[in-house]
């Protein structure tokens, strides 16, 4: 069980890097369809996309791998939960606010949402809003997912797979079932089923003769295929809900729970960069960064070289500075739910 839970540090710390490369190639350094580079950068540009483009979608399944089935209630124990939640996000808010305003001068000047801050399901956030409402429906899904048996399962993963995935793809996603591409509650809800089915199946999956050498196959193709064809012309095929966006996630996770390491300092530096990762999209994301530091209207434009030492740069920093504001987040948390205990525990 230590190795698979190994192996899902790993597959986290993989969702939040590809997340992070994705924004910085797109976004910051805008190597796709850019009309100042050369044919072969827009053509890596366009390969990084569909090679990072699961981290969403990883990030999903592991909720759904680990919280998937669990015996969660309407009760008091699931109102604390969400509460704690958003009192997290407040804090990563406030924390991240004060350090841009005072590290970070000309930011004053910028028109801050001090809504957000304190309501962080208003808009900061798009995965994070999604997750709220996830939150609320969970106990009921997990109660079902308990019900069901494995073929009712792959039954039900079939008929998602086509419906919100295929179906988009071929042009007959309807209006009123649509998952907005990804960016919406109802595909963090699939996903989340996906990965309990991967929890309730995986055992049997491995057990099939070469299953890794399909995987692997199943892997490449996943990037490989939507590439050549966006490449060429045929199909814009850049969303999370993508059946090859979902295949990879699904395939990588396969993979990833087989992982076993006996490094003890590679095992610790995994499991503390996966403890992080939440920093690190909530870092990169806050408005002010995205607006500021992440998208940039005109990207610089730099010689191949110093192209690619200065993404491996902007993509390390973005990875630093995130876990860093968790540690810190994490440590500010902890000190006020002592706090709350002692208040608690104080007479009047």
Known sequence: MKERFLGLDLYRVLAILMITILHVNYQHCGLINNPTLSTGACATGLFIEYLCLAGVNCFAMLSGYFAGGMGVKYDWNWVKRIALFWFKMVLFGVVLYLSIVLF??????????????????KGFYWYINAYFGLMIFMPLVNKSLQACSDRALLVVSGILFILFSIFPLLGIESKTLGVLGGYSLSWLLICYIYGYVVKRLANNVLNIKKVNLIL?????????????????????????????????????????????????????????????????????????????????????????FKMVCYFIFVVVVLEFLGVLLNLIVEKIYKHSAKICTYLGKIKF
């Open 216 to 304: 692997i196959i199943i892997l490449i193709l996943s990037v490989l295929v939507p590439f050549i064809i966006d490449f060429y012309g045929f199909k814009w095929m850049q969303f999370y809900n993508s059946p090859f966006c979902v295949l990879e996630a699904l395939c990588l996770m396969l993979l990833l729970i087989q992982v076993k390491m006996t490094h003890s300092w590679l095992i610790k530096l995994i499991a503390f960069i996966s403890a992080n990762s939440l920093g690190v999209y909530l870092f990169q994301n806050y408005p002010y960064i995205w607006d500021n530091y992440i998208f940039r209207i005109n990207p610089v434009v730099y010689p191949p």
């Open 104 to 121: 970070i001068p000309q930011a004053r000047d910028y028109s801050f949402d001090y809504l957000s801050t304190f309501l962080p399901f």
